[in-house]
């Protein structure tokens, strides 16, 4: 038996999340299988099978995966599926929408969120906004479940897998591919940023304009708070916490952010945590390394100033 991880990838490249996957994997000691899928994927396929401790590479190549539906996705998982002990991925949007799905067709229970594995069959995961931690025990003979990406490193190159090829299934036809807008930006992304700076509703219309040139200096990702977001201040797609992008970057900036459960549980992973903040009592300064209290409006321009 072996654990085979859902690959998740922009098209050109893996996305570090999957590498961390393979990290959780290990923990089975078993071997480590890759199902990728998409749509002219060999270089994908080749970057997947240079991952140490990974010992096969799925190629699932098909025109439908050029953009993927999540029962595309999980009819894949689950023609194989039964040939596993586990099936992972990292929890993101992708494998939230995918292996539910999948689960539900091979009629085993998914765990969702893991940051700590202790094989064969127990895990911890946090609940009520991290404030609490269950640890969880599945019978099922198969293990399905997704990781918080952030608990685990990154698994290293050193790999020599072999890549195989899988038919790709009919295309569903009960669901299509429409469109899609992306911010394309020159910044890291959100998830694997060594740096985040992130702004609360309190910046208001002059998020950009106040965190942009300090993000470009420190070379930073852009996060938000969801009432940022839900205030039309900055796009969904850069928003951080429990709802949105759960991050642990090695300096991560909370600017104007009062520190709500939801978001601080989509934080705590980072290694430096700074705080600015007008309210010396604002809940965010309890888990900051280093706060300051001061008018944003004030000090981000003094910050930029002295990255100068």
């Given amino acids: ?17 999957t590498r961390q996957a393979v990290t959780a994997a290990t923990a089975w000691q078993l071997p480590i299988h890759i199902v990728v899928t998409g749509n002219a994927i060999d270089a994908i396929a080749q970057e997947a099978a240079s991952i140490s401790n990974v010992a096969r590479v799925i190629k699932v190549d098909g025109a439908q995966f050029a953009h993927p539906l999540a029962e595309d996705v999980a009819n894949v998982i689950t023609a194989i ?6 099936i992972l991925a990292a929890h993101t949007a992708f494998s939230k929408s995918v292996l539910p799905r999948a ?6 229970a998914m765990i969702s969120d893991v940051i700590s594995i202790t094989a064969p069959a127990t895990y ?3 609940i009520y906004a991290g404030n609490v931690f269950a640890t ?15 608990s ?7 790999g020599s897998a072999e890549i ?28 694997s940023a060594h740096v985040v700076i992130s702004g609360g509703r309190s910046l208001g219309e002059r998020f950009n304009e106040l965190l942009d040139p300090v993000a470009l200096k420190l070379n930073a990702a852009l996060g938000a708070t969801r009432a940022c977001v839900d205030a039309g201040f900055a796009p969904n797609d850069i928003q951080v916490g429990q709802t949105g992008t759960i991050v642990a970057p090695e300096l991560y900036i909370a600017v104007g952010i009062s520190g709500a459960m939801q978001h601080i549980a989509g934080i705590k992973d980072s290694k430096v945590i700074v705080a600015i903040n007008h ?21 981000l321009p003094q910050l930029n100033a002295a990255l100068n």
């Fill in 1 to 17: 038996m072996s654990v085979l991880i859902l690959a998740e990838h922009d098209g050109k490249h893996l996305k570090q999340s």
């Fill in 81 to 86: 599926g039964k040939e596993y002990k586990v």
């Fill in 103 to 108: 689960a539900a067709v091979l009629d085993v």
């Fill in 124 to 126: 911890v995961r946090p």
């Fill in 136 to 150: 969880v025990e599945s019978a099922d003979a198969l293990q399905v479940l997704t990781v918080r990406a952030t």
């Fill in 152 to 158: 685990f490193d990154v698994a290293a190159n050193g």
């Fill in 164 to 191: 195989t090829s899988l038919d790709a299934p009919v295309a569903n036809t009960q669901s299509r591919w429409v469109s899609e807008e992306k911010n394309v930006s020159d910044r890291p992304e959100l998830a």
């Fill in 279 to 299: 309210d010396p009592d604002a809940p965010i300064f309890r888990y900051a390394d280093y706060g300051l209290v001061a008018d944003l409006f004030d000090a």
